[in-house]
């Protein structure tokens, strides 16, 4: 890299974590500074929209890092030099620099949360306590019904590691309830083998009920309509229920089930009834409920 911007003698690295660059302070803005922490260039022109959009929010990202990175804007059109040797083809484009390398980029307008990754891995693994912090978030939106902002927590923390167990879970469960099974196994197949956590237990108990459930239900409520003691067609439909992520009305068929015959077909109702408890969670309300529901039914 130093052949590439020849040897000039380096000026002091800059004061502010986010600056202005030319052609001529490159090699003390970039090349030097970022042999003591990460700096981030940002290639623009007056004249692209697309940077008017990224330059915001790439600056929003540098600062909620309290100075651990840098960013460095350079006007291409008022400094072309670096640009040209960068082989910078399309604004805007973005390279990090470590240890006077360029070692990651990307060209055009990123949303916020693929920008705070991007500065995320120049400062190497996250503290546990702040993917904790994304992991509650998520779970938090997940409770709230907010599908999308879980996910975007979810996908945060996987890039930050993409081996969190919770982060796979919870991010499995958003497609799930988006109706995505497909992609929610293959997110669960990302686990590390032999991984224990409830929340991919309960995911993966979740995707088996996705695959037991009927392909049709107007019969099966038909039966129900004309027999209320129908139970084979009252268990189909909670596996129905179940699939779909209505744990509680799936909870509430079999629970009738095993209220009107216990035993019935060798308790076949019970069964699937602690694979809704374990899909929907153990410490879930669905859980907590239904098990007193069946406590009651059992010891009455």
Not at 207 to 224: H, W
Not at 250 to 255: I, R, S
Request: hydrophobic fraction near 45%; charged fraction near 25%; charge should be negative.
């Amino acid at each position: 890299m130093s052949m590439l911007f020849g040897d000039a003698k380096a000026a002091p690295p800059a004061g502010s974590h986010i600056k202005d660059g030319t052609d001529a302070s490159f090699m003390a803005d970039v090349i030097e500074a970022s042999r003591k922490q990460p700096v981030i260039v940002d290639f623009w022109a007056t004249w692209c929209g697309p940077c008017k959009q990224l330059g915001p929010a790439l600056e929003k990202a540098v600062e909620a890092a309290k100075g651990a990175v840098k960013l460095v804007k350079i006007d291409v059109d008022k400094n072309p030099a670096v640009a040209g040797q960068l082989r910078v083809q399309s604004i805007p484009t973005v390279y990090a620099f470590v240890d006077g390398q360029p070692v990651d980029g990307f060209q055009g307008a990123l949303p916020d949360s693929q920008l705070k990754a991007f500065v995320d891995r120049l400062l190497g693994p996250a503290e546990p306590a702040e993917i904790d912090e994304i992991l509650a978030l998520g779970a938090e939106s997940l409770k709230l019904g907010d599908i999308g902002g879980a996910a975007q927590a979810y996908a945060q923390a996987l890039q930050m590691d993409d081996k969190n167990v919770k982060a796979i879970a919870g991010l499995a469960r958003c497609y799930l309830s988006g109706g995505d099974a497909d992609r929610a196994a293959e997110l669960v197949a990302m686990a590390p083998e032999g991984a224990k956590d409830a929340d991919l237990d309960s995911v993966r108990a979740a995707l088996a009920l996705a695959e037991a459930a009927p392909s049709e239900t107007d019969p099966l409520e038909r039966r129900l309509a004309a027999d209320p003691d129908d139970h084979e067609a009252r268990l189909e439909l909670a596996k129905d229920l179940a699939a779909r992520g209505a744990f509680d009305q799936a909870a509430d068929q079999l629970l009738t089930i095993i209220a009107r015959d216990r035993e019935w077909n060798d308790q076949a109702a019970r069964k699937q009834l602690l694979l809704v408890f374990e899909a929907a969670g153990p410490a879930s309300e669905v859980a907590r409920q239904g098990r007193r529901r069946l406590s009651a039914i059992l010891f009455s």
